[in-house]
């Protein structure tokens, strides 16, 4: 029963490196979504999928870039590490039909940028 | 603009007894579905209960339950016989049903802390 799995958990980036943010979801879900999470707000959608070769920009997509090959994975790049982007990041699946009960969120990769 | 308001930065409820956590949200949406979730110090988000804005009937789940007042455009989570492990983060959001993005719109939180 995996579900959505996020890595890594943790993560220390210096200003300027680019990463990748993996998410897997076992779950055939069409809809993925990347979220963070900062002190003292609610999540904010940064990229979203609504199926494999499909990709749109959320609330907050600038220096973030998605991609989704398959239906299994939604991975979330960063282009080159700012301060700004220190945060927790969420990725989140659910069937597209009815998200009434079906947002399901990986546990969360905790990134600090220095 | 579609936002979600929780004006209860913290709140402490005792052991056993009910809490009530407050959200007023905006939109001019007339389909929606409204979320809680509750994210332990785990950091985990755990989806709690579920309202549509055509229900009729308050949405419960187990201790948890819904006041749901669509005129006033509140949804509030009422948590009975509050235990320990009830001490989290409690976050509520809005789904616009008519938006193709399928996104969440969160509020800023309500962290709750139970006493024994």
């Known amino acids: 029963n995996a579900g959505v799995t996020q890595t890594p958990k943790f993560q220390v980036l210096k200003t300027g490196q680019s990463m990748t943010l993996q998410c897997a979801q076992d779950?055939?879900?069409?809809?993925m979504s990347w979220y963070r999470q900062d002190p003292g707000m609610g999540l904010r959608l940064i990229h979203y999928?609504?199926?494999?070769?499909?990709?749109d920009q959320g609330e907050v997509p600038n220096g973030y870039n998605v991609s989704r090959s398959t239906t299994e994975d939604f991975p979330l790049r960063l282009l080159s590490a700012a301060p700004s982007q220190t945060s927790v990041y969420f990725c989140?699946?659910?069937?597209?039909?009815?998200?009434?009960?079906?947002?399901?969120f990986g546990s969360g990769t905790r990134l600090t940028v220095v | 603009a579609q936002k979600i308001t929780q004006t209860q930065p913290g709140m402490f409820v005792q052991e056993k007894e009910a809490v009530t956590l407050d959200c007023t949200y905006d939109?001019?949406?007339?389909?929606?579905?409204l979320f809680w979730y509750k994210q332990p110090s785990s950091g985990e988000m755990i989806f709690l209960i579920y309202?549509?804005?055509?229900?009729?009937q308050n949405a419960t789940e187990g201790r948890y339950s819904l006041n749901f007042q669509k005129a006033r455009k509140s949804t509030n989570l009422v948590i009975s016989a509050s235990q320990l492990g009830d001490s989290a983060m409690y976050f509520c959001?809005?789904?616009?049903?008519?938006?193709?993005?399928?996104?969440?719109?969160f509020g800023s939180g309500t962290r709750l802390l139970v006493r024994p």
């Open positions: 989140a699946s659910s069937t597209q039909g009815e998200a009434n009960y079906g947002y399901t």
């Open positions: 309202q549509g804005s055509y229900d009729e």
């Open positions: 959001a809005m789904r616009p049903k008519m938006d193709s993005s399928y996104k969440l719109i």
């Open positions: 939109t001019s949406d007339q389909s929606y579905g």
């Open positions: 779950m055939n879900h069409e809809y």
């Open positions: 999928s609504v199926g494999a070769g499909i990709t």
